[in-house]
């Protein structure tokens, strides 16, 4: 079965258009118009997926694609380089099997190489694990089966414990004693403009000196950062930008491993994006949540139905979202269409224009932030097609993020989603699931933190992850 035009198979128009953006592509609807043409070829062939991580644990991910030969071979190639794109961002790995049609495979393994179209993605995957990214080709039947042990990870509250949130201006700290906080606090702190890891050593550990005060003894100490982190071991961590290259891995990487031996107490330090997920978690008394914060850049977390941190990398920041050819470029990775300029600051700065609000471009972005949201509080129109624009972006993003992830609540939450504008936000994205997607209405509930979710804490919940050693 050949289209007349094979170029619009990742390219239907949504039923619900961005108000800000009608070029926009969702991949959602991308992905499901291609599945529904390969189920009608004539010829189709399976793919496995299978990204491995550290300590060989193994996720797979299966899909249909066309035969090669077919007048959309490009399309099949595009539709499976943003489908490797999202799951290695998803879930991380240092070595992608792919099981299927070797002209593909092939494909895939030009893509993502060093020096290839998605070079930088590869780069950080070898920084993140420490070794040379793979492609391996093979037929689907020989590709490895998944292989995963995750230990839960959180929402232990037995003993004396200490939590810390690194955030990019405070540092957040708790002290837990049997569930309870006896002690919290915030410290300013400004990480990124300082370029001596000693002291951020210093201030982190004066932090749980402070807090510990308030406790009869310490069995454990628990961390939420914004990064990566594999093994407590730091891997990519904006916090620590300042420190020279040559230091990092030297000094930063190796910084919670010395805390640790300091305290000689066990210690696990977590995405703030899984802590995020696991603090509404414990405040819902629910499993199965994908938290998607909204700030500086997109942050994201996930705890399985079984109430477990995976050890996933849900790095959504550099997903796509967006098929468009006049997508959104991201400065960083160069990739067009991806979640940093559809779910933070930077969106709001990119379609401030668009709305016809004029705030110069060298006002920060946090001020832009600031400045609509007092448009919004004022009842501005078009303040509120900015946050509208955002809502679609957001419904159909969780679409896509329900095929491979496993979830059943969603918690919007960071400044973006702030005051009357979050209220749009969530309205929208649950109007594009009414609309094109309904079989998730009834299976996707969106929460906006709410008071009870704000008192667990972000460094209470931090202090819950580690098991203590006598469980």
């Known amino acids: 079965m050949n289209p007349p035009d094979p170029h619009l198979i990742l390219d239907p128009t949504p039923l619900v258009v961005p108000p800000l953006d009608p070029g926009f592509r969702p991949l959602a609807l991308g992905n499901q118009h291609y599945a529904r043409w390969v189920a009608a ?33 490009a399309v099949t ?3 499976l380089e943003r489908f490797v794109k999202l799951l290695l961002w998803q879930v991380g790995g240092w070595k992608l099997t792919f099981g299927g049609p070797s002209p593909f495979g092939e494909a895939m393994a030009r ?12 780069r950080l995957m070898e920084t993140v694990y420490d070794r040379p990214f793979e492609v391996v080709v093979c037929p689907a039947a020989e590709a490895p089966a998944a292989s995963e042990s995750a230990v839960p990870l959180g929402g232990h509250l037995d003993g004396c414990r200490l939590g810390f949130d690194l955030g990019a201006s405070d540092y ?42 308030h406790l009869p003894r310490v069995d454990a100490i628990g961390g939420s950062a914004a990064g990566i982190y594999v093994h407590n071991e730091v891997k990519v961590a904006s916090l620590f930008r300042a420190v020279p290259p040559d230091v990092f891995p030297v000094k930063v990487k190796p910084l919670f491993h010395r805390l640790q031996q300091a305290w000689n107490v066990p210690l696990e330090v977590a995405n703030d994006g899984d802590v995020t997920a696991l603090a509404a ?34 790095e959504l920041a550099f997903a796509p979202v967006d098929l468009s050819h006049g997508a959104a470029r991201d400065e960083w990775s160069g990739d067009q269409g991806v979640g940093a300029q559809y779910f933070s600051q930077q969106a709001v700065g990119r ?28 009842g501005d129109t ?47 994205a649950g109007k594009v699931l009414a609309t094109e997607f309904p079989e998730l209405v ?30």
């Open 41 to 73: 070829a004539d010829r189709r062939e399976p793919v496995v997926l299978a990204l491995e991580r550290q300590d060989r644990q193994t996720v797979v991910f299966r899909t249909e694609v066309a035969a090669p030969g077919s007048v959309a071979d």
């Open 77 to 79: 190639e595009r539709y």
């Open 111 to 122: 893509a993502y190489h060093r020096d290839g179209l998605r070079g930088f993605d590869v």
């Open 172 to 213: 957040k700290l708790a002290a837990v004693q049997d569930g309870r906080a006896v002690f919290t606090t915030e410290l300013p702190w400004d990480p990124k403009n300082e370029a001596d890891p000693e002291v951020h050593y210093r201030k982190i550990h004066e932090g749980l000196q402070l807090a510990a005060q």
């Open 281 to 314: 978690a414990m405040a819902l008394k629910v499993n199965g949540i994908l938290g998607i914060a909204m700030g500086s850049s997109q942050a994201a977390g996930y705890l399985d139905p079984q109430g477990r941190i995976l050890g996933w990398l849900n």
């Open 351 to 378: 379609l401030l224009r668009s709305a016809g609000i004029d705030v110069p471009e060298t006002v920060p972005l946090p001020e832009r932030l600031q400045r609509l949201q007092a448009l919004m509080a004022s």
């Open 382 to 428: 078009r303040a509120a097609r900015v946050y509208q624009t955002i809502g679609v972006y957001l419904g159909y993003a969780l679409a896509q993020y329900a095929a491979t992830y496993d979830y059943q609540h969603v918690l919007i939450l960071g400044r973006v989603t702030t005051g009357p504008g979050g209220d749009h936000i969530v309205d929208l």
């Open 442 to 471: 009834d299976r996707l509930h969106l929460h906006l933190p709410d008071e009870q979710t704000k008192r667990v804490g972000q460094a209470v919940a931090a202090a819950s992850l580690p098991r203590l050693s006598t469980q």
